[in-house]
């Protein structure tokens, strides 16, 4: 049974740092496309960051150049890093994996080929 259990998120000012952490069970980092999405109230999921069974990333354009996502194959644990935090990355952050047996696709960010989500973990960043 897969699951995915995210942590670290938290509060900070603009400015800051914050780095997330999903451990995954029941799934091979290896093998599929995993990444991270976010949500605020009143606003569509959007992808946040992927990286790929051959170590590949993409990242939306707001926040490129200031997150980072990587993975811990020996411990099956996905990271995002997130540097220079805005007030509009404040949202929740949710954990997520295709089905396993896939590349990340060319339309990454969008929500079909994630089969498996994680709870998320809220994000806050304050002016």
């Known amino acids: 049974q897969v699951q995915l259990q995210e942590s670290g998120g938290g509060s900070v000012q603009a400015g800051g740092s914050l780095s997330l952490s999903c451990v995954v069970s029941?799934?091979?980092?290896?093998?599929?496309?995993v990444g991270w999405f976010r949500q605020t109230p009143g606003k569509e999921r959007e992808g946040v960051a992927v990286?790929?069974?051959?170590?590949?990333?993409r990242f939306a354009d707001s926040v490129k150049g200031r997150f980072t996502i990587s993975q811990d194959n020996a411990k099956n644990t996905l990271f995002l890093q997130m540097n220079s935090l805005k007030p509009e990355d404040t949202g929740i952050y949710y954990c997520?994996?295709?089905?396993?047996?896939?590349?990340?696709?060319?339309?990454?960010?969008?929500?079909?080929?994630?089969?498996?989500w994680g709870q998320g973990t809220q994000v806050t960043v304050s002016s």
């Open positions: 990286i790929d069974s051959d170590g590949s990333t």
């Open positions: 029941g799934y091979s980092l290896k093998s599929g496309c």
């Open positions: 997520v994996a295709n089905r396993g047996d896939s590349k990340c696709p060319r339309n990454w960010d969008l929500i079909y080929p994630y089969y498996y």
